[in-house]
């Protein structure tokens, strides 16, 4: 097996896969470029040969055939589709054929003809994947006459879950005119009409695009290391760098700082990110961290949306907004023309910012402070072990002399335990300030990086800044050729690019940057991702197998013959499925170690209610719930039962109407409360989605619209977004229990129940004990009556731990033993209002006698709680000024009575 062989089958799946993009809406070509046939259509019928066509449009469609021949492919279709479809998760008018034939023009002295270069037409599998979204696989061995048949058509989409008017066909081959397709397409219900057209199709820009660099990447016989890891021609080779995790700003996980290693060191890496655990910030993390090093780094995703979010993550988190390249987006590009305008001007001086190096001398000589003053809180936490294992030895023996004796002689040491606290509070102190200086040295080093662009590159620089300034992409790509690169991407390390315009945005220069990034990688395919990594040293992938993934309309049948025609077959390296598979399935498959892939684990986004169900039923209770409180046992997630019936057409009207009145009751409330909220709105099907949307226009001004980021859409819209508040119209009724399958695909449910941060509401119209036990929907609506009881504590209380309770519980302070956080248990947990505290208790033998290391600590400082450590030796000695110390931490008033 070659890898010409390999590249060559991905990229003829996706030729395959997106030659009939431009098929989708024919009626949107120029006049010039299609028409409309007249009368009978005897060639289709196979009457007829061939059919004239008018003088007037074939002299012109002529000269553009042979002046557009690579470009563009003249085709005759036919049995076409009109109306409005969900493709890919947007609502589209649609006028596309079910066949089509490449059409040849012929001349006849003054007369033209057009005839077919095939007699079997192609059938467009894109739209049947749409039209029969369950089960769109055809007969075998389908005859001739059977895929001519307008009856077999008719009978065949019959089963289609979607409502459609197929009738009309079976007129064929009388045909309807422009009129009849114009009133079909304002019709509520698709139809399949009559119609018979020729139509000059152009392929999409952005899969010619990859399709020519895939030729060039072929021709140029070289693999980048990435590529080599992915396509198994190559070990994934390793490298030892010198990682700077303490020059980056915030608190990084441990599977955070394995991510951020695997990606400066392994040519191939892999981050498994689950719903609200982070994703972005570790991607913005990878790069500042890459950037710390002098290192470049390229972010690409299949939407923009995902991009948005990455470079908001590297403005706000890590001040990298202005060097992170935004390419594509407006408004990125009007900030970045006056940022460089300003820097050509001479407004950024080397004055104005401190030397990076004097920065990393002073983050080196805090770190080693901080590494010095966590060594000295452990050593007061193992002394409160032993003396506090002592002092209950002593106890247990009742001898009440002998322990006055050792109190006498070790009570001052004891009593100093409480230095500790002083010891925490250094270590708390000096993080922040090495978060601010962390900030401060990435901003030096980028203020550098410019400064030395301008002074020695300018040249390069007044490129980039009429590159970006120019009309036409002609103009803007002949500017790029004139850019040395090396010198831009050391003052811009960081471009964030979708895929479908990365060969506009950059050239095709193996391995030109450090780093590549995938974001969002169920949804890429494998072909449009190759060049991508072409131009990367190394590659991390990014992504969830339990969200949505990538959507072809590529026929099995057609990727089959592709894979035997270069002699592959599937349990080849680096040969799966184009149709079945994303580039993370392939990266997942290419990986040779474990040491290769972390799991993002720590879920910030959601309340726990809201998660729980997602993280049972998909993710194996991996996930560590970091808003977990016992104050958040239940009351973020809501069943609103609706009388609701769901009409021909797949709109739940009574559904509908208590969505909006649900939105209107929280813009009162948010009014009443001076808190605004984020609200979105998912139906799983497309027509429900489409009517509330309507109704949400109706019924709201465009500046509450606007101020509540009102959004509805299906769940392939809300992939990579969410909101504080998420309603759900799931429309179905107990007569639509066919539709009810569709809601049993795990990725599609997935993402649809985890969008929310803080309120989700349910609105549903069926019985669910009517669904089958496996359906989602029933396990989903069980769970949430079972949620509390999830919500356990232990039942192992020692003596120590029942004594502080106690002494807490007497001064208004909620307590909870054994109580579970982030994964892991928390010696005590108390509450005051809405304020918590964990308590490590720290000496006293019993499961409860270690202390917490500090990566602990840090966890539950993510997790938004301080920790404070209590040893038994104190608290024997001087219980007043334990429960004072708690007190404080809490915002209590001190009493006292506390003692």
């Not at 072809?552 to 013959?561: G, H, N, P, Y």
């Given at each position: 097996?070659?890898?010409?062989?390999?590249?060559?089958?991905?990229?003829?799946?996706?030729?395959?896969?997106?030659?009939?993009?431009?098929?989708?809406?024919?009626?949107?070509?120029?006049?010039?470029?299609?028409?409309?046939?007249?009368?009978?259509?005897?060639?289709?019928?196979?009457?007829?040969?061939?059919?004239?066509?008018?003088?007037?449009?074939?002299?012109?469609?002529?000269?553009?055939?042979?002046?557009?021949?690579?470009?563009?492919?003249?085709?005759?279709?036919?049995?076409?589709?009109?109306?409005?479809?969900?493709?890919?998760?947007?609502?589209?008018?649609?006028?596309?054929?079910?066949?089509?034939?490449?059409?040849?023009?012929?001349?006849?002295?003054?007369?033209?003809?057009?005839?077919?270069?095939?007699?079997?037409?192609?059938?467009?599998?894109?739209?049947?994947?749409?039209?029969?979204?369950?089960?769109?696989?055809?007969?075998?061995?389908?005859?001739?006459?059977?895929?001519?048949?307008?009856?077999?058509?008719?009978?065949?989409?019959?089963?289609?879950?979607?409502?459609?008017?197929?009738?009309?066909?079976?007129?064929?081959?009388?045909?309807?005119?422009?009129?009849?397709?114009?009133?079909?397409?304002?019709?509520?219900?698709?139809?399949?009409?009559?119609?018979?057209?020729?139509?000059?199709?152009?392929?999409?820009?952005?899969?010619?695009?990859?399709?020519?660099?895939?030729?060039?990447?072929?021709?140029?016989?070289?693999?980048?290391?990435?590529?080599?890891?992915?396509?198994?021609?190559?070990?994934?080779?390793?490298?030892?760098?010198?990682?700077?995790?303490?020059?980056?700003?915030?608190?990084?996980?441990?599977?955070?700082?394995?991510?951020?290693?695997?990606?400066?060191?392994?040519?191939?890496?892999?981050?498994?990110?689950?719903?609200?655990?982070?994703?972005?910030?570790?991607?913005?993390?990878?790069?500042?961290?890459?950037?710390?090093?002098?290192?470049?780094?390229?972010?690409?995703?299949?939407?923009?949306?995902?991009?948005?979010?990455?470079?908001?993550?590297?403005?706000?988190?890590?001040?990298?907004?202005?060097?992170?390249?935004?390419?594509?987006?407006?408004?990125?590009?009007?900030?970045?023309?006056?940022?460089?305008?300003?820097?050509?001007?001479?407004?950024?001086?080397?004055?104005?910012?401190?030397?990076?190096?004097?920065?990393?001398?002073?983050?080196?000589?805090?770190?080693?402070?901080?590494?010095?003053?966590?060594?000295?809180?452990?050593?007061?936490?193992?002394?409160?072990?032993?003396?506090?294992?002592?002092?209950?030895?002593?106890?247990?023996?009742?001898?009440?002399?002998?322990?006055?004796?050792?109190?006498?002689?070790?009570?001052?040491?004891?009593?100093?335990?409480?230095?500790?606290?002083?010891?925490?509070?250094?270590?708390?102190?000096?993080?922040?300030?090495?978060?601010?200086?962390?900030?401060?040295?990435?901003?030096?080093?980028?203020?550098?990086?410019?400064?030395?662009?301008?002074?020695?590159?300018?040249?390069?620089?007044?490129?980039?800044?009429?590159?970006?300034?120019?009309?036409?992409?002609?103009?803007?790509?002949?500017?790029?050729?004139?850019?040395?690169?090396?010198?831009?991407?050391?003052?811009?390390?960081?471009?964030?690019?979708?895929?479908?315009?990365?060969?506009?945005?950059?050239?095709?220069?193996?391995?030109m940057f450090d780093l590549l990034i995938i974001d969002e990688a169920t949804q890429?395919?494998?072909?449009?991702?190759?060049?991508?990594?072409?131009?990367?040293?190394?590659?991390?992938?990014v992504g969830d197998t339990k969200q949505l993934k990538h959507y072809s309309f590529?026929?099995?049948?057609?990727?089959?013959?592709?894979?035997?025609?270069?002699?592959?077959?599937?349990?080849?390296?680096?040969?799966?499925?184009?149709?079945?598979?994303?580039?993370?399935?392939?990266?997942?498959?290419?990986?040779?170690?474990?040491?290769?892939?972390?799991?993002?684990?720590?879920?910030?986004?959601?309340?726990?209610?809201?998660?729980?169900?997602?993280?049972?039923?998909?993710?194996?209770?991996?996930?560590?719930?970091?808003?977990?409180?016992?104050?958040?046992?239940?009351?973020?997630?809501?069943?609103?039962?609706?009388?609701?019936?769901?009409?021909?057409?797949?709109?739940?009207?009574?559904?509908?109407?208590?969505?909006?009145?649900?939105?209107?009751?929280?813009?009162?409330?948010?009014?009443?409360?001076?808190?605004?909220?984020?609200?979105?709105?998912?139906?799983?099907?497309?027509?429900?989605?489409?009517?509330?949307?309507?109704?949400?226009?109706?019924?709201?001004?465009?500046?509450?619209?606007?101020?509540?980021?009102?959004?509805?859409?299906?769940?392939?819209?809300?992939?990579?977004?969410?909101?504080?508040?998420?309603?759900?119209?799931?429309?179905?009724?107990?007569?639509?229990?066919?539709?009810?399958?569709?809601?049993?695909?795990?990725?599609?449910?997935?993402?649809?129940?985890?969008?929310?941060?803080?309120?989700?509401?349910?609105?549903?119209?069926?019985?669910?004990?009517?669904?089958?036990?496996?359906?989602?929907?029933?396990?989903?609506?069980?769970?949430?009556?079972?949620?509390?009881?999830?919500?356990?504590?232990?039942?192992?209380?020692?003596?120590?731990?029942?004594?502080?309770?106690?002494?807490?519980?007497?001064?208004?302070?909620?307590?909870?033993?054994?109580?579970?956080?982030?994964?892991?248990?928390?010696?005590?947990?108390?509450?005051?209002?809405?304020?918590?505290?964990?308590?490590?208790?720290?000496?006293?033998?019993?499961?409860?006698?270690?202390?917490?290391?500090?990566?602990?600590?840090?966890?539950?400082?993510?997790?938004?709680?301080?920790?404070?450590?209590?040893?038994?030796?104190?608290?024997?000695?001087?219980?007043?000024?334990?429960?004072?110390?708690?007190?404080?931490?809490?915002?209590?008033?001190?009493?006292?009575?506390?003692?």
């Amino acid at each position: 097996m070659s890898q010409e062989n390999t590249l060559s089958y991905y990229k003829d799946c996706y030729k395959q896969d997106c030659a009939d993009l431009n098929l989708w809406n024919i009626n949107k070509l120029k006049k010039e470029d299609r028409l409309v046939l007249q009368g009978k259509d005897e060639l289709g019928s196979g009457f007829l040969p061939r059919l004239p066509i008018p003088l007037e449009f074939a002299e012109q469609i002529a000269k553009r055939v042979e002046m557009y021949q690579r470009e563009r492919v003249l085709i005759y279709a036919r049995f076409i589709i009109v109306g409005k479809l969900e493709i890919k998760g947007e609502v589209k008018q649609v006028v596309s054929p079910i066949l089509f034939n490449e059409a040849v023009l012929e001349q006849d002295d003054d007369n033209y003809y057009f005839s077919v270069a095939e007699q079997a037409p192609e059938i467009n599998e894109s739209l049947l994947q749409v039209l029969m979204p369950e089960e769109n696989n055809l007969p075998d061995q389908l005859t001739h006459t059977e895929i001519n048949s307008p009856s077999f058509w008719t009978s065949w989409l019959k089963n289609s879950p979607l409502e459609l008017n197929l009738l009309d066909l079976l007129n064929y081959p009388e045909l309807v005119q422009s009129e009849e397709i114009s009133k079909a397409l304002r019709k509520k219900v698709p139809s399949l009409l009559p119609a018979s057209m020729l139509a000059f199709i152009e392929r999409s820009t952005s899969s010619r695009g990859v399709l020519h660099e895939l030729d060039e990447i072929i021709k140029s016989n070289h693999l980048s290391p990435p590529l080599s890891g992915l396509f198994g021609t190559e070990q994934i080779t390793s490298a030892n760098s010198e990682l700077k995790y303490d020059y980056l700003p915030g608190l990084l996980s441990t599977p955070q700082k394995k991510l951020i290693s695997i990606a400066a060191n392994a040519s191939l890496g892999c981050a498994s990110g689950p719903p609200g655990t982070g994703k972005s910030y570790t991607i913005a993390a990878m790069a500042a961290e890459h950037m710390s090093r002098g290192q470049s780094v390229l972010i690409v995703a299949h939407t923009d949306a995902a991009l948005d979010v990455i470079a908001s993550k590297l403005e706000d988190n890590f001040n990298l907004g202005e060097i992170s390249i935004r390419a594509g987006q407006k408004e990125f590009l009007r900030k970045l023309k006056t940022y460089i305008a300003d820097l050509l001007a001479g407004y950024l001086t080397e004055g104005q910012s401190p030397d990076p190096k004097l920065c990393e001398s002073e983050l080196q000589k805090l770190n080693h402070i901080l590494t010095q003053l966590e060594k000295r809180f452990t050593k007061f936490c193992q002394k409160a072990i032993v003396r506090g294992q002592k002092l209950k030895s002593l106890e247990d023996r009742q001898s009440k002399w002998v322990r006055r004796i050792y109190l006498a002689l070790v009570g001052r040491g004891i009593q100093q335990l409480s230095h500790q606290w002083t010891a925490l509070n250094e270590v708390n102190t000096r993080h922040l300030e090495r978060e601010k200086l962390a900030s401060n040295y990435l901003s030096a080093l980028k203020n550098k990086n410019l400064t030395t662009l301008v002074k020695n590159q300018r040249s390069s620089l007044q490129a980039f800044n009429q590159a970006i300034r120019s009309r036409t992409s002609k103009r803007q790509f002949e500017l790029f050729d004139n850019i040395e690169y090396s010198a831009l991407l050391s003052a811009f390390p960081v471009w964030l690019v979708s895929l479908n315009t990365l060969h506009r945005v950059l050239p095709l220069n193996a391995e030109m940057f450090d780093l590549l990034i995938i974001d969002e990688a169920t949804q890429c395919n494998i072909t449009s991702c190759i060049p991508a990594f072409y131009r990367a040293k190394r590659a991390m992938v990014v992504g969830d197998t339990k969200q949505l993934k990538h959507y072809s309309f590529l026929a099995k049948s057609k990727e089959a013959k592709i894979m035997s025609q270069y002699d592959l077959s599937a349990d080849a390296k680096g040969v799966v499925s184009y149709r079945d598979n994303s580039i993370l399935d392939l990266t997942l498959n290419a990986l040779t170690s474990n040491e290769q892939l972390a799991l993002l684990d720590e879920h910030f986004r959601s309340k726990p209610e809201l998660i729980h169900f997602s993280n049972n039923r998909f993710y194996q209770n991996k996930l560590k719930i970091m808003q977990h409180r016992p104050c958040t046992s239940s009351g973020h997630l809501f069943v609103e039962r609706v009388n609701g019936e769901r009409d021909k057409v797949g709109i739940n009207h009574e559904e509908a109407t208590q969505v909006i009145e649900a939105i209107k009751t929280q813009i009162k409330d948010d009014q009443m409360s001076g808190i605004c909220h984020s609200i979105g709105v998912i139906s799983p099907f497309r027509h429900q989605a489409e009517h509330i949307a309507k109704e949400v226009e109706l019924n709201f001004t465009e500046s509450e619209i606007a101020h509540h980021n009102i959004r509805v859409s299906t769940p392939f819209g809300f992939q990579g977004e969410e909101r504080d508040i998420m309603l759900i119209s799931f429309s179905i009724d107990d007569q639509a229990k066919r539709a009810a399958v569709y809601l049993n695909k795990e990725d599609v449910f997935n993402v649809t129940i985890t969008r929310a941060r803080q309120k989700q509401i349910l609105f549903v119209s069926i019985n669910e004990a009517e669904l089958p036990e496996h359906n989602l929907l029933r396990r989903y609506l069980a769970s949430i009556s079972e949620f509390e009881a999830s919500h356990a504590i232990t039942s192992e209380i020692t003596e120590f731990q029942q004594n502080v309770m106690s002494s807490l519980n007497e001064i208004g302070i909620q307590t909870w033993p054994g109580y579970t956080i982030a994964g892991t248990e928390i010696d005590i947990l108390c509450r005051v209002e809405h304020r918590y505290l964990a308590i490590d208790l720290i000496g006293y033998p019993g499961p409860w006698q270690d202390f917490f290391e500090l990566n602990t600590y840090k966890l539950f400082k993510r997790a938004g709680i301080d920790v404070l450590p209590i040893s038994y030796g104190l608290w024997k000695i001087d219980k007043a000024i334990c429960i004072e110390k708690i007190q404080s931490k809490l915002g209590v008033t001190i009493s006292s009575t506390s003692v």
